[in-house]
């Protein structure tokens, strides 16, 4: 799975649009980004997932850059319970692929 | 629905101690993965279970460790002779047949003394 590179932390303030950036320049064509979320003392999440179109849900939006070499989490409005670490992942779509995870962003939600 | 569970929450063994940490899968669920955690860091892959079988366990870290799943539901990891290095999370998650979303349990913090 290609490495993946994110910011080891950031604050935001409540209310506001959080933009968590992820850098995967080695991607392959037949890779995903995936983004699980961990919130203090609890198992990740999962929160989205692309292959190269925008993504959005309920949780976030996932804006791909069209070379897919980085991608951007987008917390729309973000709340006190958004803080958590943010990990970025890049994998294939494979039966059984494990998720390999990163050192993620530590973000702090602050009011 | 019930969630991925796991017992115990806390496990606080001595060193050279045997321990089982157990993992109760959503049910339906064909795939399982075990996971570990150490402080600070992102969980890292153990092995993989796709029904009874352990399709992947490259992430084993060596043979103290061994992971079963014998009805293709519970699984349970083994630790032999544990080491103090050995004290981490243990993360269990599990991902229905038509989803590649795995569902994460919230973990057993085991502690070697």
């Known amino acids: 799975d290609a490495k993946t590179t994110q910011p080891p932390s950031m604050d935001c303030a409540e209310g506001r649009a959080a933009n968590l950036p992820c850098n995967h320049s080695t991607i392959s064509g037949n890779e995903y980004v995936y983004w699980y979320r961990q919130i203090h003392s609890q198992g990740p999440q999962y929160i989205i997932h692309g292959l190269k179109n925008n993504e959005t849900n309920e949780m976030a939006s996932l804006i791909i850059t069209e070379d897919r070499k980085s991608s951007t989490l987008i917390l729309p409005h973000a709340t006190l319970r958004d803080t958590a670490v943010y990990y970025c992942i890049v994998r294939t779509k494979a039966a059984g692929n494990k998720l390999t995870f990163g050192g993620g962003t530590r973000v702090l939600v602050k009011p | 629905g019930a969630g991925v569970s796991q017992t115990p929450s806390n496990k606080v063994t001595e060193k050279g101690k045997y321990v089982e940490l157990r993992c109760d899968p959503i049910s339906g669920h064909t795939a399982l993965y075990w996971y570990r955690q150490s402080l600070g860091q992102g969980p890292e892959f153990l092995i993989y279970?796709?029904?009874?079988?352990?399709?992947?366990d490259s992430g084993l870290p060596n043979d103290r460790f061994f992971a079963v799943r014998p009805e293709g539901s519970v699984s349970t990891l083994k630790i032999q002779r544990t080491e103090r290095g050995d004290s981490a999370v243990y993360l269990c998650?599990?991902?229905?047949?038509?989803?590649?979303?795995?569902?994460f349990g919230p973990g057993t913090r085991l502690t070697v003394l």
């Open positions: 279970f796709q029904g009874t079988g352990a399709a992947d």
């Open positions: 998650a599990s991902m229905g047949p038509n989803t590649d979303t795995q569902y």
